[in-house]
């Protein structure tokens, strides 16, 4: 399998030092995750090949070597696409030269057309602008148009959608997600939101001050209570179903998770098609009875597994569905309310309102 | 305040010293080319006395009542430099240097000189042309030309003399300009004329006046 | 106007004409160079750049006329590879107007080097474009202005120099007699009124020239960024 | 009471054109909503008096007239405090440099120190360093820091979370709550997001293609199931309350709402003290019986007021409980389930660790 | 080194530092206006500011002369204003040399001014700086190497010039006479002994002084935005 092999170490400013020693697994995406200033830029201009790492690093993109001691691949031999968190469009060619740029350029022969590109991000009415006279947001999709043009091997994306609307932001990530899948492209992609990086990510890696806290599969880490991700207010799970039936009069899908219906907003696929779904801990409240006459449509019967300690006000709980995990956001009052305790076989409400969300790939 | 042509003032450097220890006046020596001097003077440049180069400027700025008492204080000699015999002027395989005919009286002579029936055999070689003597002259001692035709004055004793009947006479005359210090003026131009400056100014290469 | 005069024109443009293209083609990449490194060599270099401005022309141009006679390494060397004098040839004076314009060439485009921003050099490295890529398909497009000012610095300055090329030139008419000479020339034997009438022209051409370069390259704002 | 008064045209490239003429009240903070490219950073511009205007528009800040025909007053005379999209930090000076640029220059004596902001928004450490050495987010929060220190008579800050991870946001968003609140400088507020603004902001204004759609109050615009507001993933209503209890063991405060118990995250503020809630739509479930032995806190008897029509797969519904409103967003397919209709009883549940967010002013 | 040279070199460098003062004085405003607008009548007056290249610097000179001297205008109202004669005068040089080297002042900076991103000056309008003080505070900071470029090429050009110098100056000892004057009499009167080692002390002595201001400001990271 192929992968990028990283052993960097790269200071910055005021003792700042990047220090990663890691094999990042090279299908999908990988979510880039931590604080302001803890080197995420950083990471991505080392492996761009912008900012050049202290003698001794490695970087190594499956079998090809990109920096070693004495050598380093200049960036424009690695085949990247770089999105940068400021868009740094070339500001004398017009909205359709920055595009092209890079595919006039590109050497395989693969990748997207332009018409393609522009009709996933929103750009053919921009075509013959002049990037000043566009908006943040529209700089930003042409942005990423630009390096999806490109054909890279590797996407590098810098919190692209940062500038954003709501709306644009949902189109511009199916655009990413529809790009990175059809052309197996993987991806490092910085984000500061959960919820944009579980749509998205099949791996996450979290940084702190410079270094590795974590690394690992997206379901691994977001079904566990002490992870970084936990802390954070859209902490989610994320659970493998299979299509069962559609509900169209109703806009609705059904799908079986451990033996159990959920009803989640409709999803194209045939019946029987494998799929992942987050489950954001903050949805799920918990019931000794199971509720009836309520407009929550998905109650999973669950047996709590594990209580994160401590005496916060919020408490997260996992919750054991058959094989998988479920997490729950509830209050500290709540939980001695109703005397929780590992082992004890509840009833998970979810909102299949907020279950609109499945994840990036068939898993 | 002496205003001299630009190949005078080297050998005018060496005799100052003599006229200030005897005259007691200090010398202050602006050089140009005589062209840009008559310029300078037209319009207004605080000078006592010029040294031209040549005798048809003087005229000029008397005729203009900038100055009198034109005199002539030398007389130029033209020599050959780069071979041993003029008849090389015939050769057309020899680059030559002469000063611009249009600007320098020793270039007018030059042309002079060329012009005889005698060197019409040389019309095709390379000629170049000088802005002034100087010119003529680095061009010949930086070894791009063959020969140059220059003044005496700069060649030393390296060069061959050009008969003086086969050009104009080369007048360098001096004026006398219209300022406070006139008297002064005359002094040094009288100083300029005495049988011991001459005899120095012989040495250096010029001949005397008619 | 006469026809000493036309082939004067001629000369000048002919002279001025390939110094630009010979100093643009060659300050080019010596002010890119220079934009991009910092250090002891490219200073020293610099320095050295702008040293024909210093020199009085007349002086220098007897620097060069000794460097350039048939007796001289570059001469002699010259002599050998063409077979013809290097001294008072078109090219000699070509030679000369390069050296001593280079400054004039070179620090305005060093100067606009340095301030293309390298975030957008990154940009392009990563989209697969070589240092010579990105320097044609971004630097120069940025500095279109920096590069208009180079070369109408370096073209007016060769056709108003005239002490090197009097000095290396020889003035020989219809080869290396000049604009710039002939008006000397003018001017030096009191022909004031055909100094007066070819001064204008060149004035009045120049003028108009630059009028409609500048305003039609006014000041672009992609330049801005 | 002092306002923008606004008459203004500004063409933009390709026929867009903003045209508002509206009065904007001065107090507290105006959110600015709107999709990408819909003029946001134009109307900002306009007002800061970066961007000229169309002849016969007009501008009056209180009493002074700032734009009319012939008459422009410079933007160093507006007293204004602009946080840029992209940083803008002067490249030429440390962070210090930058952050006291505007506070040499201002004319006021109000105003906050130096300590102050750089305390409010984590900037201690980085007083000595050049722009360029920066992190994205770093690079924001000194914008907003230079911004405030200039002690404004109004702000403009166009987006100025978007670079900020989770933590950063939420440290940001209270400094200029801060800020605000203590100066009373009144501001406008662009942003894409619809929870940042619920905290922050006491007025919104929609723009659509350059034209205002919706302006108002916040907690009218808010119990809307028609506006735009309500159509984002993140719709809520805002509800007032009185702080009735705390319960420190558990880090909770009560609230009182209508009659009712809300049981929220410890609130700073003394018993009796008036606050405002924000109840997101998706965190609201209906029940026709009260539910017994679960994990929400929260249950407030309801009446339904209004049912969104159309027949997406989910719907908005209105509840009233007393003379205030909730917002519910559920299936149609639990809609048709439970047979609602207006004038039904029924029960709400709200999650209580999804009521973590007082909004901007104790109302 | 002579007396007669010191006083050359003393009054070289007065007239290069007064004409660089003045150059930077006149230049900085006026290449901000050029910067900043653009029409027909900046397009004419930046190619009016180009014109002195043209002009072989003699020729220059000469017009300067007829525009100095005491019975011209400039010249008699000079005389009623001052009591003196302004040609042959160290102001006439400080005239000439000011218009001579004009270009190569306002050229580089009107080429940086162009390039400074109006987004930060509307940054600094927002936080309450005037133009001129945005001037002061953003642009002449953003803008320091341009200024260095441009002061050294006017400093340089007015050490090196002497076409103008010795045609509107006289070659006056003491008053105008200035050392490239000096350098020019040297090689005129074949002292080349004389002439190499003032040439010499010329260059070296410029060669240190540039290659210490270039390398102590080198590229600085700021200036790349
Ligand atoms: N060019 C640079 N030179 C020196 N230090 C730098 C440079 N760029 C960034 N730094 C510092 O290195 C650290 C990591 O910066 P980096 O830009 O990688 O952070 P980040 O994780 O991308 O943050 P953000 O989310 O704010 O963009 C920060 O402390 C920053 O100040
Ligand atoms: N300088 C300009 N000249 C001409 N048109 C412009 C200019 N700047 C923006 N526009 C256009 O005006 C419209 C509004 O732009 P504006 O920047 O105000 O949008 P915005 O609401 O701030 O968007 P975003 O959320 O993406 O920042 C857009 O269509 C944009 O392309
Ligand atoms: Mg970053
Ligand atoms: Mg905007």
Not at chain 1, 3 to 17: E, Q, Y
Not at chain 2, 51 to 80: K, M, N, T
Request: with cysteine; aromatic share 6%.
């Amino acid at each position: 399998m192929s992968a990028l092999d990283l052993a960097l170490r790269c200071a910055g400013a005021d003792g700042f030092a990047l220090d990663i020693t890691e094999r990042l697994s090279l299908t999908g995406v990988t979510a880039v995750f931590g604080a302001s200033g803890s080197g995420k830029t950083t990471l991505l201009e080392c492996v761009a090949g912008l900012r050049a790492p202290e003698p001794g690093s490695r970087i190594a993109f499956d079998d090809e070597t990109w920096v070693d001691t004495g050598h380093s691949l200049p960036p424009w031999r690695r085949g990247i696409g770089y999105v940068f968190q400021d868009a740094r469009l070339f500001p004398h060619l017009d909205v359709r030269g920055n595009l092209t740029y890079g595919q006039r350029r590109k050497v395989s022969a693969k990748g997207p057309t332009l018409a393609q590109v522009c009709a996933w991000l929103g750009l053919q009415d921009l075509l013959h602008r002049a990037p000043d006279t566009l908006s943040a947001g529209q700089r930003q999709r042409v942005s990423m148009g630009r390096a999806l043009l490109a054909a890279p091997r590797l996407l590098l994306l810098d919190e692209p959608l940062a500038n954003l609307d709501g709306d644009s932001r949902r189109q511009c990530l199916a655009a990413l997600r529809h790009a990175i899948a059809a052309s197996r492209i993987p991806a490092l992609y910085v984000s500061h939101d959960a919820e944009e990086v579980s749509h998205l990510a099949d791996r996450l890696l979290i940084l702190a001050a410079g270094r590795v806290t974590e690394h690992g599969s997206m379901l691994d880490l977001s079904s566990r209570i002490d992870s970084a991700l936990a802390k954070d207010e859209q902490a989610a799970a994320i659970v493998h179903c299979q299509l069962a039936a559609h509900d169209s009069p109703f806009g609705l899908s059904e799908l079986h998770c451990e033996g159990n219906s959920l009803w989640v907003n409709h999803l194209p696929g045939e019946i029987g098609s494998l799929h992942r779904l987050r489950i954001p801990a903050r949805d799920v409240s918990l019931c000794r009875e199971l509720p009836r006459d309520t407009s929550i449509l998905n109650i999973l019967p669950v047996q709590l597994d594990e209580i994160e300690p401590g005496d916060a006000p919020r408490l997260l709980v996992r919750l054991r569905a058959g094989e998988q995990f479920l997490l729950a956001r509830i209050t500290r009052k709540s939980a001695t309310a109703l005397q929780l305790k590992v082992g004890d076989k509840l009833f998970a409400q979810i909102k299949s309102t907020a279950l609109l969300t499945e994840t990036a790939e068939p898993a | 305040r002496v205003a001299v042509a630009a190949n005078f003032r080297a050998v005018l450097e060496t005799l100052a010293p003599d006229f200030e220890a005897a005259d007691g006046t200090a010398l202050s020596l602006s050089s140009a080319s005589t062209g840009v001097l008559y310029s300078q003077i037209r319009h207004g440049a605080p000078f006592d006395v010029l040294l031209a180069a040549d005798s048809e400027r003087p005229a000029l700025l008397e005729a203009e009542g900038l100055g009198d008492q034109r005199s002539c204080y030398a007389l130029g000699q033209l020599v050959l430099v780069g071979s041993d015999s003029l008849d090389a002027l015939a050769n057309p395989a020899l680059s030559l240097a002469i000063a611009n005919p249009a600007t320098a009286p020793y270039g007018l002579a030059a042309g002079q000189v060329l012009a005889r029936p005698a060197y019409a055999a040389g019309q095709g070689r390379k000629q170049v042309q000088g802005n002034n003597v100087v010119q003529t002259w680095q061009f010949w001692h930086s070894g791009s030309v063959d020969l140059a035709l220059v003044p005496r004055s700069l060649a030393g004793d390296r060069g061959i003399p050009v008969p003086a009947a086969w050009h104009d006479p080369l007048r360098q005359e001096a004026l006398i300009l219209n300022s406070e210090r006139s008297t002064a003026a005359r002094r040094f131009l009288a100083w300029l004329g005495s049988p011991p400056v001459q005899a120095r100014l012989q040495a250096a290469g010029y001949g005397p006046c008619p | 106007m006469t026809a000493a005069e036309l082939d004067a024109v001629r000369l000048t443009l002919a002279l001025a004409g390939t110094t630009t293209l010979i100093l643009m083609l060659l300050g080019t990449p010596l002010a890119w160079w220079l934009s991009r490194r910092r250090g002891n060599l490219p200073a020293l270099v610099e320095a050295l750049v702008a040293m024909p401005l210093i020199l009085p022309p007349t002086v220098l141009g007897f620097y060069l006329l000794l460097m350039l006679a048939p007796d001289s390494a570059v001469g002699a060397l010259w002599q050998r590879l063409t077979g013809q004098q290097l001294a008072f040839s078109f090219s000699a004076l070509v030679i000369g107007s390069v050296i001593y314009s280079l400054p004039f060439v070179v620090q305005p485009l060093q100067a606009a080097f340095a301030r293309v921003p390298t975030t957008l050099l990154q940009a392009a490295a990563t989209l697969g474009a070589t240092p010579l890529d990105q320097f044609r398909s971004v630097v120069a497009p940025l500095c279109r202005r920096s590069f208009l000012v180079a070369a109408c610095l370096g073209f007016a300055h060769t056709v108003g120099e005239f002490g090197v090329i009097l000095m290396i030139g020889g003035n020989i008419p219809g080869e290396t007699r000049v604009v710039s000479v002939a008006l000397y020339d003018y001017v030096e034997s009191l022909q004031f009124a055909e100094a007066h009438r070819l001064a204008g022209g060149l004035v009045v051409f120049s003028l108009l020239l630059l009028f409609l370069l500048y305003r039609n390259n006014g000041r672009p704002r992609a330049d801005q960024q």
